[in-house]
């Protein structure tokens, strides 16, 4: 059996700040588990699979039945329904609360976070095979149990047309087809003999659709260094960028922090046309994935191909020219003598920007590719791929972090903190104020900042561990804000608050973030323009080339900041009033005419309206003097549906337009955050019509299930506007915290 493992790390190459809080690493164990503890995982197993096409998102269920044998839930509470026309009550709601928080406290780990799955793109773990098949280290790192579980995983995810998507709940794409049955090829499964056909199905689906050549450019990289694509049927990636001088507007450094490491690395392999051992699976594979035979393929005309179902960003004609003069005119300059010194020089340069990259995560930023196998910088790669692979009943994935601790955990404290129930709940939050406290990071990057693109990190907060470093925004606000929460509550309950200093370096970081037109991004200021998003070369992301400013982090920001200036009015209180009236002047002007604000990060116009309607609220506005309150409440009601609730599909994020769920049924998360924006906003007084409240409280109570634990529903998390990816805990903290909410401030003031 599997086993979860957290803050643990006896493996030499390991680097650690803090004695590994917050990791969380799955081991298997042959003699782990009694006979009737193995036939619940098998069943948890074969009921995923055996239902796959219609709930595509695993529950998690391996960790919750770990933590039901080692934290046994002890609580006697009755399970309670309300009916349709049935009044909702204070003792119903604290009933719940209680069935709620005593099974989402035996899920906490013992360093004080919960852990949990934060997979759902379906082209990460082809990226992690692909590196260990090419550097001959797949069958050492991966034992056999975890490159079962990999097969399990993507067979699950595999449509019924025979393809995969960008994402698990995804229609076919190209890019997630051609990479996910290259995986299995890797993994061992064979071209004709795998499981009901599902590899002669995935073939089919990618020959109908044009052959490998209609993937991605993010595809033909991969494919390029596996083997199985030629370099010429890729567009330039000139490392000679790095060079460039940063002034100039599409340097790299100017660019998000995620493409820019993105592209790093892909630029060196671009550079060296790395190439990894033509094997005779990679020799099939040739043979496989193309409508013509290999030596046919026209690699010029291909630079350009992509399926009509990966284009969710077409190249505008401006990138195909640019792509075009680089490929004909300036590479075959750069691979020649004298021209191969320039590319040696940036060759150097970006390995320097690697390495310290490398070191500054303590090598969780994993991308060994491009790296000696026997090099020291390997091996201390090789332990952290264990730090990204999840494990749950539809197989082992590849998460999209490490994790998603830091922020799981500060919502978490904020929505047992809103039930006024906790201290009772004392040593959870106990717990999770010493995670809070270890993974704050203590300190900058070394070096010079400005010559490695990095922004000060001393006093933020990660999305994840400490370990893993880069300074997060909203991470550092939410992370603030459960902090200061937990100093509002008794030591002797909580534990010793952060030290004044962690404060005010938490409030420096966030001040330091602000943009000149007030809003906030995710990593870094914005440092380009808008327009740079023309020479986007990933045809299946939106929005990826600069840092663009949030309401979601920009709304964090104000609430942070607005409870520190409450808490601490003699602290830097020009400047943060000064933040906080900019900060909601750029919520107000981003919302969009309907009284909607886009949901960047989570799904999707629900989320948005709740960071919009709470940044605004405790930036000091009201229902009644703020119009941008008053319509996003208007949006919100407008969207709930008829059996009360609300629902969104990820398409809204695609799309950019609001869309239920299938069947119009409610999701317990879209719901909890439209309560929250509601609550916030007044709508709890006669005048206003509690009655949508009610409705919502009665999806949310019925939702709960027999041991307290709440269902796990359709996949709540995206990035770059079309990928989405999953957020397990909310399933847990949302409902938790809106009926937290609803008992404070609308039962009690009713």
């Not at 009550?89 to 604290?94: A, G, K, L, S, Y």
């Not at 906080?580 to 999707?604: H, M, N």
Request: net charge negative; hydrophobic share 40%.
């Amino acid at each position: 059996m599997w086993k979860l493992k957290v803050a643990e790390g006896d493996d030499p190459w390991l680097r650690t700040l803090n004695g590994h809080v917050g990791r969380q690493v799955w081991e298997f164990d042959p003699h782990l588990g009694t006979r009737e503890e193995r036939s619940l995982v098998d069943e948890a197993r074969r009921s995923f699979s055996e239902r796959r096409f219609q709930i595509k998102h695993g529950s998690d269920l391996l960790m919750r039945m770990q933590f039901a044998r080692e934290n046994p839930c002890v609580t006697n509470l009755p399970q309670i329904k309300v009916q349709d026309l049935e009044q909702v009550t204070q003792e119903v709601v604290t009933t719940t609360l209680r069935r709620g928080l005593n099974f989402y406290s035996t899920i906490q780990a013992h360093d004080g976070h919960w852990p949990g799955d934060f997979g759902g793109p379906m082209f990460l773990l082809p990226g992690l095979v692909i590196t260990l098949y090419i550097t001959g280290a797949l069958n050492v790192v991966l034992s056999i149990e975890h490159q079962r579980e990999m097969c399990r995983y993507l067979y699950n995810h595999q449509n019924e047309d025979g393809g995969w998507g960008l994402h698990i709940e995804g229609t076919s794409t190209m890019f997630g087809t051609v990479l996910n049955y290259v995986t299995l090829r890797l993994l061992g499964e064979g071209a004709y003999d795998a499981q009901l056909g599902a590899m002669e199905k995935g073939r089919k689906w990618i020959l109908d659709h044009g052959g490998a050549t209609a993937t991605t450019s993010w595809g033909k990289m991969w494919l390029s260094v596996l083997g199985a694509y030629e370099w010429s049927g890729n567009n330039p990636l000139p490392p000679e960028l790095w060079l460039c001088p940063y002034i100039l507007p599409f340097h790299p450094g100017r660019m998000w922090c995620h493409c820019r490491m993105v592209y790093l690395p892909m630029s060196y392999l671009y550079g060296k046309r790395f190439v990894g051992p033509i094997t005779p699976t990679i020799i099939s594979l040739r043979t496989e994935l193309y409508i013509v035979p290999y030596h046919e393929v026209d690699w010029n005309q291909a630079r350009n191909q992509c399926a009509k179902e990966d284009l969710y960003y077409p190249h505008p004609w401006v990138q195909d020219v640019v792509w075009g003069f680089l490929h004909k005119v300036v590479e075959p300059i750069l691979v020649h003598w004298p021209g191969s010194m320039l590319r040696e020089k940036a060759l150097r340069t970006v390995m320097q920007h690697i390495h310290y990259e490398d070191e500054n995560t303590r090598y969780i930023c994993i991308g060994p590719v491009n790296k000696n196998p026997n090099s020291e910088a390997f091996k201390l790669h090789i332990p952290r791929v264990f730090d990204y692979l999840w494990i749950a009943e539809d197989g082992m994935k590849m998460q999209g972090y490490n994790g998603s601790q830091l922020w799981d955990t500060s919502f978490a404290v904020q929505a047992i903190i809103a039930t006024n129930l906790g201290e009772e709940y004392g040593p959870t939050l106990m717990k999770a104020h010493k995670f809070l406290n270890k993974s704050q990071v203590l300190e900058n990057c070394p070096g010079d900042l400005s010559f490695w693109y990095r922004h000060i990190s001393k006093g933020s907060w990660p999305f994840s561990t400490a370990d893993h470093g880069w300074p997060v925004s909203d991470c550092t606000s939410e992370g603030l804000m459960a902090a200061l929460l937990l100093s509002k509550l008794p030591s002797k309950i909580v534990g010793e608050s952060l030290d004044m200093e962690q404060l005010f370096d938490a409030v420096n970081v966030i001040l330091s973030l602000q943009n000149a037109n007030g809003g906030f991004a995710s990593f870094e200021l914005t440092r380009s323009y808008r327009w740079l998003e023309l020479i986007n070369p990933a045809e299946t992301f939106g929005d990826i080339v600069i840092d663009y400013p949030y309401v979601e982090c920009t709304s964090s920001a104000i609430q942070a900041l607005a409870l520190f200036k409450n808490l601490h009015p003699e602290h830097r209180r020009h400047e943060i009033e000064n933040c906080i009236l900019k900060a909601a002047r750029f919520i107000e002007d981003t919302q969009a005419p309907d009284g909607s604000w886009y949901g960047s990060w989570e799904v999707c116009f629900t989320n948005g309206g709740w960071f919009g309607v709470k940044g605004l609220i405790d930036a000091g506005n009201t229902y009644s003097n703020c119009p941008c309150i008053r319509k996003a409440c208007d949006y919100l009601l407008s969207k709930e549906l008829a059996s009360g609730g609300w629902g969104e599909s990820y398409l809204s994020c695609q799309n950019k337009v609001y869309t239920n769920l299938p069947a119009n049924k409610p999701h317990i998360v879209n719901t909890a955050w439209a309560m929250l924006a509601l609550i916030d906003a007044g709508q709890t007084s006669a005048e206003r019509d509690p009655n949508p409240l009610h409705r919502a409280a009665r999806i949310l109570i019925n939702s709960q299930m027999n041991s307290g634990d709440f269902p796990q529903g359709e996949i709540m998390g995206v990035f770059n506007k079309n990928c989405m990816i999953s957020h397990s805990a909310y399933r847990n903290i949302f409902p938790i915290w809106a009926l937290g909410e609803y008992r404070s401030r609308v039962l009690h003031s009713s």
